[in-house]
């Protein structure tokens, strides 16, 4: 994350995202697939690692090492074609955008993390219980109900974030500065699509 200054000496916290080029690989149609898609691949990987399905589904477009499919709304038609490429200039200033990520790995947390439990008071007695759940049930059923919150895995879930504005563009290095935090940490890949 970074800041930006507006003209008018406003702050804007904002994330740089790293824009690679992005190449259509198969245009997907009602006739032969059942639903109407674009399948684009960016980033690059050796072609020793890459099975020999994917070259040739590739067609020598390039060794990709991410391959994302976006389905288009029912009877929606698109002018790209296999092989078109996209990067950055897609997007202008100004534009909402929705950024898709995966969170990150917490590990095994306790309900006081996870689900912002207030934990016990520390007085009258209380010692070593105090970031525990307490009550999970009552007598009557006579067990857990589906969906309690307890101490569990936390974190490394898929994440949008909706109606961020896209503050800059950078063409020439292929950046993106997006307001505001996205989900992830360095490195995760996202998909960011105009809202």
Do not use: C, W
């Not at 067609?59 to 929606?76: H, W």
């Not at 008071?121 to 007598?139: E, F, Q, V």
């Amino acid at each position: 994350m970074t800041q930006i200054f507006t003209e008018e000496g406003l702050v804007i916290p904002a994330t740089i995202i790293s824009v690679p080029t992005a190449t259509v690989t198969q245009i997907r149609n009602m006739e032969t697939d059942g639903y109407t898609g674009i399948q684009m691949a960016s980033g690059e990987r050796k072609e020793k690692n890459i099975n020999k399905a994917q070259i040739g589904h590739f067609a020598g477009k390039g060794n990709f090492r991410f391959v994302k499919e976006f389905r288009l709304k029912n009877g929606e038609t698109t002018e790209l074609k296999a092989g078109d490429t996209l990067d950055a200039s897609v997007f202008e200033v100004g534009d909402t955008v929705a950024v898709s990520g995966t969170s990150k790995g917490k590990g095994f947390q306790g309900p006081v993390k996870r689900h912002g439990f207030s934990g016990a008071p520390t007085s009258h007695g209380h010692r070593h219980d105090t970031r525990r759940a307490g009550s999970i049930g009552a007598t009557g059923p006579q067990r857990v109900f589906k969906g309690t919150r307890m101490a569990g895995r936390m974190g490394s879930d898929r994440i949008t974030v909706k109606n961020l504005e896209v503050v800059l563009v950078d063409t020439k290095n292929n950046q993106l500065l997006v307001k505001g935090a996205l989900p992830g940490r360095p490195g995760t890949l996202l998909e960011v699509v105009s809202a």
